[in-house]
């Protein structure tokens, strides 16, 4: 046993959980070591922020599904009082995929701290357009929609520790800098480029674009489960076809130059970055509220 897990676990012997209405587990494994005390109250919810999409589900579902049962074939949850808090609707099929039952399932978003986020200056102010991040960046794409900008357009900085790109007087390279320089850049972009490539396994781009909604940033990005999860299209930013080259050259010219539109889904940004805070999660956590799924063309977002 981890020496964190066995802290864990002796801190749960020496405290009684039944004086408990809630209980947070850090993961899925500090969930297991609570209920394995047997000592929840019947009333009391056990919620595990699953911000990293069913990081350890393998090893837990193998505490429970007897061979040779399997996940994907359900009836294995040990409990209706353990419930995930999923920041990803959008791919809501892998947790059913496990077996998981969806009541068992919040649909909470992404959360950041707002004082390590303050917002940036009006969008019409600043003098560049910003893109960055870690996880199926389409860098290819990106590449080709800023050699198609027209000469106007403000540059885009790119934040990345690969391979430089050369020639391209609208795509300065940038490369790899501190979390609080990245911020600062994000904050004081005109707005965000997050161009992604497709993976249904996997979600990308929710933090940087958490991050650039908080700063009121709108964000031009590839339409995926992850982006339409947080993005409303023509609200708070513009999404384009995964791979089109062409359309999100358009979209970031289009945003660029059109002042009217980058204030109003600045506002549209702002407004949205305020559901994306631990303040907000918090609050719909502790106080039990369920999620009101709100329609939108693209379909049905839960905040």
Known sequence: MSQPAAAIADWLRQHDLSDFDLVIASDLSAAQLALATGRLASAARLVVPDFHMLRGMDDFAARWVVPPARPHEGGWWPSTQLVLESPFPGYASLYTNYGI????????????????????????ECRVIMSG??????????????????????????????ERFEGNAHLLHEGEVSLRSFYHAIAHSRFVVVPLREEV??????????????????????????????IQDGTDGLLVPPGDASALADAIARLDTDTALLSR???????????????????????????HPVWTPRGWRSW
């Open 201 to 230: 396994y996997r979600a990308a781009g929710v933090t940087v674009v958490a991050m650039a909604l908080g700063a009121g940033r709108p964000v031009v990005a590839t339409s995926i489960a992850a982006t339409r999860d947080y």
């Open 133 to 162: 991040g870690n996880h199926l960046r389409d860098l290819e794409t990106l590449r080709l929609a800023t050699e198609r900008l027209p000469g106007g357009v403000h540059p885009v900085l790119l934040y990345d520790q690969g």
């Open 265 to 291: 889904l600045a506002a549209g940004a702002r407004d949205a970055g305020r559901r994306l805070t631990t303040e907000y999660w918090a609050d719909q956590i502790v106080g039990g509220r369920a999620l």
């Open 101 to 124: 039952p969806l009541e068992q399932v919040a649909w909470r978003p992404f959360a950041l701290y707002p004082g390590h986020f303050p917002p940036g200056p009006d969008v019409n």
